[in-house]
């Protein structure tokens, strides 16, 4: 494929048969558009839940679960912002690990050879992404081997064959994907040269996009630092993501990692239940072993997530071709991944707690609750004792948070909007108070099912209540992150839209790159934020401009430094080469800008005036 739209095109590799383009032929561009989101995300909720199910845990388990992980907000922003096939890497991940954990057949080749196709489908998705998630995969084959019995050489040995084998699988399926990946994103490209000045002139563009340990708040608490960039309702985001090095106050936030307060409660709670003595843990010792292993992958990446403002990344970093992943931030992804997981072993045990629990049947819900405490076991009490201090301190963390809004405001007025801080302020404030909530209808509810009180013929209802806290929680949290346009106004014909779709493959559009006042500095806005991202390739409009190229050819650079930088004249020259047609600019410059250029041939005149209304 040549992608015509941008600069003089770029060669984007071929389609290869992986589920986006699958279903971008099957729909085509604009019912694509409007249900790729949704549909990524149902599709990692169904491999969620197979996966779960293949673990062996009950049907409610296996449906929460999958929710959690449709809903997840990393996962759920990438899919609203575009990016459906991250979430899709991440499906195949779990269709990898259901793969590896079937009970189906007992040939360990066989589902090994069945994860690597799965692995191959996320590295055809997720890119550097699915590469990452892959390296989970094959940590997690290793461990589980390491399980099994015979010598520690066999077991080795057995780890390492059986990881080969899924890489063997996953290169096969996605060798195609590889090529164009090695061929686009590598090879050729500025920066990507792996001696050790390039690496380290590489490093601030490379972990721009790092999570400062402070914003690792946003797991439990979604809007804590807010959502999208400018937003005029308090919900515009005010943390560090994307900060610029150097240069404070610049920021991007594109996406999110809230996990659910529910989902990070079970987890935790599994995590510490996995670490009870084998008599008294209610999760059989191959499950205990898996959790020790999701909440180390957990901690690894979140320590890596956060790049540069932590020394982790560096080692990682030092790797051979870890220079040229982009973002650090993508270790969210695998953060999530994990805690989803460990969410789903910590539900499993929590039922089966709640299973065991004998409360009589007679007398109030306070009576028996008394008559449950009185047999309980220490670790359900120090339960019980974590959780109301756990809410204790959420709720101090809060007044506190709330008696320095004054303090906030000055803060977000310094770094971000002065008109916005009070709007920001009580956003984030709000945020925190809804985390407060949740955590205390969660533990009552957990520790309600541990009781025995929801025993019997409630067991329904616990399942039902469960399932409605954890999907209204994650809606509330995720419904930021969804815009709704009215694509027939948004992308009705205008004058300017007709002018230059007409034979568009015989002509290119550019901005003149100068600074000529306000007019002209919203002009070049609303072209790169609307007219090229949205208009322009929904008609087919090419430009000379980019939409976004971080990863720019070394050749191309070389090109337009040999005309950028110069006078109008080199410019000129440059838009004659590149069969540049049009520009956009302010109205009554063509004569100004033909007596700097050329006053003998006067190349520029004026062809459409036009207001931005």
């Known amino acids: 494929m040549w992608q015509d739209l941008n600069w003089v095109g770029g060669y984007s590799g071929s ?27 149902g599709l990692l909720g169904l491999c969620a839940w197979l996966c779960f199910r293949q673990l ?32 899709l890497s991440v499906a195949g991940t779990f269709l990898a690990l259901a793969a590896l954990v079937t009970p189906a057949t007992g040939h360990a080749w066989l589902k090994a050879l069945l994860a690597g196709a799965c692995v191959g489908l996320g590295v055809m998705e997720g890119y550097d992404s699915g590469a990452i ?105 005010w943390g560090r993501v994307g900060e610029t090095p150097g240069v404070p106050g610049t920021r991007h ?33 191959h499950e205990r072993r898996a959790v020790w292993f999701w909440a180390a992958a957990a901690a690894v990446s979140l320590l890596l997530a956060w790049g540069r403002h932590a020394p982790f990344y560096q080692l990682f970093y030092a790797l051979p071709y870890a220079s040229t992943i982009r973002n650090p931030v993508k270790f969210l992804h695998p953060f999530s991944l994990s805690l989803v997981i460990l969410f789903a072993y910590g539900a499993e045990a929590w039922w089966r707690s709640h299973a065991r629990a004998t409360a009589a049947a007679i007398g109030s819900a306070w009576e028996r609750f008394q008559a449950w405490w009185r047999g309980a076991s220490r670790f359900e009490r120090r339960s019980v004792g974590g959780g109301v201090l756990l809410l204790g301190t959420g709720l101090l963390a809060w007044l506190v948070y709330a008696s320095a809004r004054g303090e906030l405001e000055a803060h977000l007025a310094r770094v971000h909007n002065p008109d916005l801080a009070g709007a920001i302020a009580g956003f984030s404030l709000v945020e925190f108070g809804w985390f407060v909530f949740f955590l205390a209808v969660s533990l009552a509810l957990l520790t309600l099912g541990l009781a025995g ?37 948004k992308y009705a014909p205008q004058p300017v839209s007709e002018r230059l779709r007409d034979r568009a493959h015989e002509h290119r559009l550019a901005i003149l790159p100068f600074e000529l006042g306000r007019e002209h500095a919203l002009l070049q806005q609303l072209y790169r934020a609307e007219w090229l991202q949205h208009g322009f390739r929904y008609y087919n409009i090419q430009s000379l401009d980019d939409v976004q190229d ?28 590149t069969n540049t047609r049009y520009l956009l600019g302010l109205s009554g410059l063509a004569e100004n800008l033909n007596q700097q250029a050329d006053p003998a041939r006067k190349p520029f005149r004026e062809v459409l005036p036009f207001g931005l209304a």
């Open 15 to 41: 389609a290869f048969p992986s589920t986006t383009f699958l279903l971008l032929w099957l729909l085509g561009p604009l019912m694509f558009a409007k249900f790729y989101a949704p549909l990524a995300l």
């Open 56 to 87: 062996g845990f009950r049907p409610v388990v296996c449906l929460l679960g999958g929710l959690a992980a449709a809903l997840n907000t990393d996962f759920f922003s990438y899919a609203c912002w575009g990016l459906g096939m991250h979430t």
């Open 133 to 237: 998630l892959s390296l989970y995969v094959a940590a997690f084959v290793v461990f589980s081997w390491w399980g099994q019995r015979g010598s520690v050489g066999q077991r080795v040995g057995a780890g390492i064959l059986h990881t080969a084998l899924v890489a063997a699988a996953a290169a096969f399926v996605a060798a195609q994907a590889l090529t164009t990946l090695v061929g686009t994103q590598i090879q050729g490209v500025a920066g990507m040269q792996q001696d050790t000045q390039t690496r380290q002139q590489r490093w601030d563009e490379a972990t721009t996009w790092s999570l400062p340990k402070i914003e690792t708040l946003r797991t439990v608490i979604p809007g804590l630092f807010g959502y999208r960039m400018y937003a005029m309702d308090g919900s515009d985001y």
């Open 253 to 285: 936030s594109g996406a999110g990692h809230y996990a659910g307060v529910l989902v990070v409660l079970l987890a935790f709670w599994g995590f510490l239940q996995s670490l009870r003595p084998a008599n008294r843990a209610v999760l059989l010792p």
């Open 453 to 489: 009180l929801l025993g019997g013929e409630k067991a329904r209802w616990a399942g039902w209540a469960l399932g409605l806290l954890l999907a209204f929680d994650l809606v509330r949290a995720n419904l930021p992150w969804v815009e709704y346009w009215n694509f027939a106004d």
């Open 550 to 577: 971080p990863r720019p050819p070394a050749d191309k650079l070389a090109y337009r430094a040999a005309f950028l930088g110069h006078n109008l004249t080199g410019l000129l020259r440059l838009w004659e080469l």
